[in-house]
């Protein structure tokens, strides 16, 4: 066996020539999945489509995929991201759909650009998420989102492998509304009471989850929903002075408030 010489790579690779950012979306029953089934569809995804994938030095080498804000097991997203190294330049929009075709369906490519910097990670801080509550009025809704807002603090326990962590929740929420249901889309209450919550929500360490919002919600009103909520992140991105989030795949931007 040839030895590896000094500042050399075991078993080099070929180089990354090019960087792709893409957006993805996780529906239906495929919310249901973790974070690491998801990554694993997509890696096999990237081998079916013969995707130019860059893959890491060594013995044991791996595709150069990485990942950003994983939304949580059970909640439903718009707004995936994940970045892929490539040995020879692709265009995006052949990327989006050869993946698309190969990837189960609630798994769908969305969008995908040529990466530019600053980095994926440093273009994301917040997430806006949409959870039904089915059961639930929006007028108790609103009041406990109002008392909620009317804190500065607002401290949740969470269970977590590594034991019980204290969460300040109110800290992480940037803004929550409370709204009726659109008439055209169809809820799990049909004939009852809905109501929309909107939460744009900082990411922190660890991350502020919806069941967390829902969790301060029941300390600071005894907002309990009858079943089971239904949450759906939209967008992820640089949150402006105006509350609103940039694309992470558009141009930098900073807005100031005038």
Not at 191 to 203: E, F, H, N, S
Not at 211 to 233: E, I, M, Q, S, Y
Request: proline content about 9%.
């Amino acid at each position: 066996m040839a030895r590896v010489k000094a500042g050399e790579a075991a078993n080099p690779a070929p180089p990354t020539v090019q960087r792709i950012r893409v957006r993805f979306a996780k529906r239906g029953r495929l919310r249901f999945l973790s974070h690491r089934d998801v990554a694993r569809s997509v890696e096999r995804a990237v081998r079916r489509a013969g995707v130019p994938v860059a893959h890491s030095h060594g013995f044991s080498p791996h595709p150069r995929l990485s990942w950003v804000g994983a939304a949580p097991t059970g909640t439903a997203s718009e707004a995936e991201y994940f970045e892929v190294g490539l040995t020879s330049p692709v265009e995006p929009s052949a990327l989006v759909s050869a993946l698309d075709a190969a990837l189960p369906d609630g798994i769908d490519i969305l969008d995908a650009v040529v990466a530019e910097a600053p980095s994926l990670a440093d273009r994301i801080d917040a997430s806006r998420w949409v959870v039904e509550l089915p059961g639930v009025s929006v007028a108790d809704l609103s009041a406990a989102v109002e008392a909620l807002l009317a804190l500065d603090t607002l401290v949740v326990d969470r269970v977590m492998p590594s034991g019980r962590r204290q969460i300040d929740v109110r800290a992480a929420v940037a803004s929550a509304s409370a709204t009726a249901p659109d008439s055209r889309a169809s809820h799990t209450s049909a004939g009852g009471d809905c109501a929309i919550l909107t939460a744009v929500v900082r990411q922190t360490t660890p991350a502020v989850r919806p069941d967390d919002v829902l969790g301060a919600l029941d300390v600071v009103a005894g907002l309990r929903p009858p079943v089971p909520a239904k949450a759906t992140r939209t967008a992820q991105g640089l949150l402006d002075d105006r509350g609103e989030l940039a694309d992470p795949l558009g141009p930098p931007r900073v807005t100031t408030q005038v």
